[in-house]
Each structure stands twice: as structure tokens, then as C-alpha cells.
């Protein structure tokens, strides 16, 4: 079982501000990705990096970006965060297992609510 | 683009029953499928994975079974428990997108005592 970090697990910030979400996983996993989720809802692929220096952005388009120095640390950045940014975001690593492929991870969740 | 189905969107059952989720996938050229658990404002559980090739996975009281030629995965949940109630969700990697994970919207699970 894969260890990732999430942090903060909630953050309450006006409109304007930049934010940085960290995300760290210990297990040495290549693959890293950023998931957005409102409630009750899908889950969206907004970033994904398959190694260091690899970014890519998702199937959803977001106003976010990310970068990857480290394999272990992904951090998403807003810039200038809005109302429409309120939602969890997930971080995810994947292991790829013997015999039976990539198994995904993930974090605990951070809840973001922008006023 | 790959399509990931899950039927029914809501279920209620009493303790003790065997639970029956469905998950449908539009291309059957997959890589793997996985199940999650997903309680209200966490993250995701993985339960289950299994491979293309394989038939079925079994932990404890889950088990899951893949047909792929048909597009589907049924996870079975044994002697249902109160801790048994959250948001299942199917995802499918496909076979063209090695990374990359396809979610169904999930089945929200309500056991009750």
C-alpha cells in the first residue's frame, strides 16, 4: 500500500489569492496525478506526470498547474484562485504490479473552498 | 473515447445481504480494472485490480469478476456490514493509455442496521 501525503486537508481562501497544494508519496512511484472532484460528482483527470520533469495536462481543462522536480513531491499551483476553483483535489501515484499492472493510489483529499 | 457505466447510481440494503455492483466499459481493449471505496470527503480505497487476462480477484468479502469481451465487471460484496456503506467506483485503464484511469460515477452503498 502506497503512503501519499496531502496537504492542507482543508483551506478557506479569498478570491485572488495563489495556493500551492502539496502532494508526496514515499513509495518511489514513477506515475503521479492530480484528480478534481465536485460533490456527489465524477472524478476528473487534471495533470498527470509519468516521471521527473513530465507534465501533462488532463482530460479536464484547468486553470492549475503543476510541476515535478522531485519523484516523490507534486505540488498544484493556482495562481489567482476563484470561486469556480471550490472543490476537492485528489492526488493519486501508481505501482505497477507483477502479473497484474498499474494499481492507482490515493491521497487523503484537500477541500478547497475559495470566497 | 472509453466509456465506464455503473448500475445502480444508489442502493439500499439491510445488514446481511449480499451486495451486487454493476460496472459496464464501452472498449474492451483494457489494460486492467480496478474497484475503489470512496467515503463522503475522502479519498479513494483501492479494493480490487485485476488484469485484462484475469477472470477474477478475490479479498476477504469482496470478489470481482471481469468479463471483457462483454465490457463488464461485477463486484460482489459478501454478508453486507453498516461499515459496508460509501461510494464504489469502477475504473478502467485502457490498453491505449498506459497511465491513465477511466471512472464510472460510482454506486453509493447505504447498509442499514
Known amino acids: 500500500e502506497a503512503d501519499i501525503y496531502q496537504t492542507p486537508r482543508y483551506l478557506v481562501i479569498g478570491t485572488g489569492k495563489k495556493i500551492t497544494l502539496e502532494c508526496s508519496q514515499t513509495?518511489?512511484?514513477?506515475?503521479m496525478y492530480w484528480y478534481q472532484q465536485d460533490p456527489g460528482m465524477e472524478l476528473h483527470l487534471i495533470h498527470y506526470?509519468?516521471?521527473?520533469?513530465?507534465?501533462e495536462k488532463g482530460d479536464l481543462s484547468s486553470e492549475s498547474t503543476v510541476s515535478r522536480i522531485r519523484t516523490e513531491h507534486f505540488p498544484l499551483t493556482l495562481e489567482s484562485a476563484r470561486p469556480s476553483h471550490t472543490s476537492q483535489y485528489l492526488c493519486a501515484s501508481s505501482e505497477l504490479r507483477p502479473g497484474q499492472g498499474l494499481e492507482q493510489f490515493f491521497g487523503p483529499g484537500t477541500r478547497l473552498t475559495v470566497l | 473515447k472509453q466509456e465506464v457505466t455503473q448500475i445502480p447510481a444508489a442502493l439500499s440494503v439491510p445488514e446481511g445481504e449480499n451486495l451486487v455492483l454493476n460496472c459496464s466499459f464501452t472498449d474492451s481493449a483494457i489494460y486492467n480494472l480496478q474497484w475503489f471505496r470512496q467515503d463522503p470527503g475522502k479519498g479513494l480505497t483501492s479494493l480490487l485490480l485485476?488484469?485484462?487476462?484475469?477472470r477474477e480477484q478475490t479479498s476477504g468479502r469482496l470478489n470481482a469478476s471481469l468479463d471483457k469481451s462483454s465490457g463488464r465487471s461485477t463486484l460482489y460484496i459478501a454478508a453486507s456490514q453498516p461499515g459496508d456503506s460509501a461510494t464504489y467506483l469502477c475504473a478502467v485503464r485502457p490498453a491505449d493509455s498506459w497511465g491513465k484511469l477511466q471512472f464510472g460515477a460510482g454506486t453509493q452503498v447505504v447498509v442499514t442496521p
Open positions: 506526470s509519468y516521471g521527473v520533469n513530465s507534465t
Open positions: 513509495m518511489g512511484h514513477d506515475k
Open positions: 485485476i488484469q485484462s487476462s484475469q
